[in-house]
């Protein structure tokens, strides 16, 4: 037995030792762990444009922070807040002198959408009217980037660079022939003729009303796109769709004869001009640099209003559940009950970002939305998306924001089963069921439903539907009968949400928040985002599977690992931090 506690204590010293040098390398190699220094005068502020832009602050994966850090590549995602809160700010501070946006727009998941960039861009003209340059460089520009950066003083492309601006296109997948092929049965139940997400697996083409609701969509957005670049560049919107219509494609010096950028040239020249607005000397790497973090954390004191205002983000899949990283129905109910109970919150901002999910899930967060707004008030902030189950749980907002771009909608549900015997039959597997009622085995892969089985759940999903178009019509004093006809599962953009009555108002999160303090009347007040990410400690930990609740059972090892844990902490109060180097770096 002695042999065994040796054996044991001696692993943990040496898992102890693993994680302070862990600590410790990580505390080395990274860049930028001072604490932010006072901002000098002809700073430059850059934003990085292809680091995926989140609605909440993210959480940084320990793997990729590392990872990044070795091979010097650019990692994790930035918060839209910061960026869009960085950019007005910086316009209006003395000492920085332009902005600088780096490299073309990286989309990820739910990052980087329509709407969000619509913010980003807004912040950019604002910044522009201010007077300081707006400066990029772009090897190449597609819509997305283009969109972005249109409002720019100085648009540089590359020589060989090309402007692709072709439009939008959605495409569709069906799976119909390959699942009869490999011997898959689906069945559905659905309400909405327009709820399309089944159709893949029923048929083998697009439906007539998918395609009608697609066009729709899809044409609404790209008119955004246009008339927000035509504005910014000074075209006629006629051009640009007949650029998409006609060609497509075109290279950097006929974008620069049409005037959608303002010089095609080489990098090093748009380096020497970032050299002259920072007083840097020829041939030396750029000096006062700063990011959008790290600018508002130069500029930015503690706040110290007693009134709160919360801003909650739902973004991701909705599902049941305390997950952090969707939109976990037990997760966000809780966080909107913390705001409720707390005395000195006195409005909250719910941000959407979500194409839908679990029914009961959205169910579970809109009965914390229709609490909170009996005691104060409710604004919902809609992303890129808040459909389904997105548009479920922002209902009962006392205002609803969006931008044009944004989708939203898709008032609907459904159901989709499916059945795989003939698959594992072709296999030599034969599945028998032994059952003590007819619908014991309802929900198996290995039979197809009864027709009567089917009646239930088709009933099932036709209360679900009544009462989500029961809640519409409550949360946004709309007729029921109203409701019925715009949902079907049916998606909109954000504009024609607006005249639909599914949307009040047009603007980004920073329009919610002072809609929210305006009708809270606060003056005096924070602003307080529950989802901060953790420690880098408390990362490392989750990383690796522990937690402060991590028990092994064994006393003494339990005491032991918690000194490790105390340990750690104070090592993360002594300075050992990342703060990841994606916002900087031009050489």
């Not at 912040?123 to 819509?143: C, M, Y």
């Not at 007083?279 to 503690?302: C, I, N, Y």
């Not at 209003?305 to 801003?311: C, E, I, Q």
């Amino acid at each position: 037995m002695k042999g065994f506690f040796k054996t044991v204590l001696a692993s943990l010293v040496g898992l102890v030792l693993f994680f302070i040098l862990l600590v410790m390398f990580a505390g080395v190699i990274i860049s930028g762990q001072e604490a932010p220094k006072p901002l000098e005068d002809n700073t430059l502020l850059v934003v990085n444009l292809s680091v995926p832009i989140s609605d909440k602050a993210p959480r940084q994966k320990f793997s990729d922070v590392i990872g990044g850090a070795i091979q010097k590549k650019e990692t994790g995602q930035q918060s839209l807040r910061t960026v869009v809160r960085a950019i007005r700010k910086a316009a209006k501070n003395e000492h920085i002198s332009a902005l600088y946006l780096k490299g073309s727009v990286v989309r990820k998941d739910y990052s980087s959408g329509w709407a969000a960039l619509k913010e980003v861009r807004e912040a950019i003209a604002a910044f522009r009217e201010s007077g300081k340059p707006v400066i990029t460089w772009q090897e190449g520009l597609d819509e997305e980037t283009l969109y972005v950066v249109s409002p720019a003083d100085e648009i540089v492309l590359n020589p060989l660079g090309l402007l692709e601006f072709n439009g939008f296109a959605a495409e569709v997948k069906y799976y119909r022939q390959a699942f009869e092929k490999y011997g898959i049965d689906v069945q559905v139940t659905r309400v909405g003729k327009y709820k399309s997400a089944v159709e893949p697996f029923l048929l083998d083409h697009m439906s007539a009303e998918n395609r009608e609701q697609l066009n729709t969509l899809l044409n609404d957005m790209f008119s955004e796109v246009v008339t927000g670049i035509a504005s910014s560049r000074n075209l006629k919107a006629d051009d640009l769709y007949s650029l998409a219509q006609n060609e497509a494609v075109i290279p950097a010096r006929e974008a620069l004869a049409r005037g959608f950028v303002t010089k095609v040239d080489y990098y090093d020249v748009v380096l020497d001009r970032l050299r002259e607005l920072t007083g840097t000397e020829a041939g030396e790497d750029v000096e006062r640099l700063v990011g959008a973090s790290d600018f508002l954390a130069s500029v930015e004191k503690d706040a110290e209003g007693k009134d709160k205002l919360v801003v909650i983000y739902a973004e991701g899949d909705i599902i049941s559940g305390d997950d952090e990283d969707q939109v976990g129905g037990t997760y966000i109910s809780r966080l909107l009950r913390k705001a409720r109970e707390d005395e000195n919150v006195k409005a909250v901002v719910l941000r959407v970002n979500s194409p839908g999910g679990s029914a009961d899930a959205s169910d579970i967060i809109q009965r914390e939305t229709i609490l909170l707004k009996k005691e104060k008030p409710l604004i919902v902030s809609m992303g890129t998306v808040a459909a389904s189950g997105g548009y479920w749980i922002s209902a009962y907002g006392d205002e609803i924001y969006a931008e044009p771009n944004t989708i939203t909608g898709s008032i609907g549900v459904f159901g989709m089963f499916l059945n795989i015997k003939k698959l594992v039959n072709e296999f030599g597997v034969k599945v028998e069921t032994a059952r003590t009622a007819p619908a014991a085995d309802i929900f198996s892969l290995f039979r197809p439903k009864t027709e009567q089985e089917l009646a239930v759940i088709q009933k099932f999903i036709d209360n679900i539907y009544d009462q989500f178009l029961d809640k519409v019509s409550e949360g946004r004093k709309l007729d029921r009968a109203r409701v019925h006809e715009i949902a079907q599962g049916r998606v909109w953009s954000g504009r024609q949400a607006k005249q639909l009555g599914l949307v009040d108002e047009f603007g980004g999160l920073e329009d919610a928040i002072a809609a929210a303090a305006d009708k809270a009347g606060l003056k005096d007040y924070t602003v307080e985002e529950y989802q901060q990410p953790g420690s880098f400690m408390d990362d490392i930990m989750k990383e690796l599977g522990f937690s402060a609740s991590t028990s092994t059972g064994v006393p003494v090892l339990d005491s032991m690992w918690q000194e490790l844990g105390y340990l750690l902490q104070k090592a993360d109060a002594k300075g050992f931090y990342v703060r990841l180097p994606y916002d900087l770096t031009v050489h």
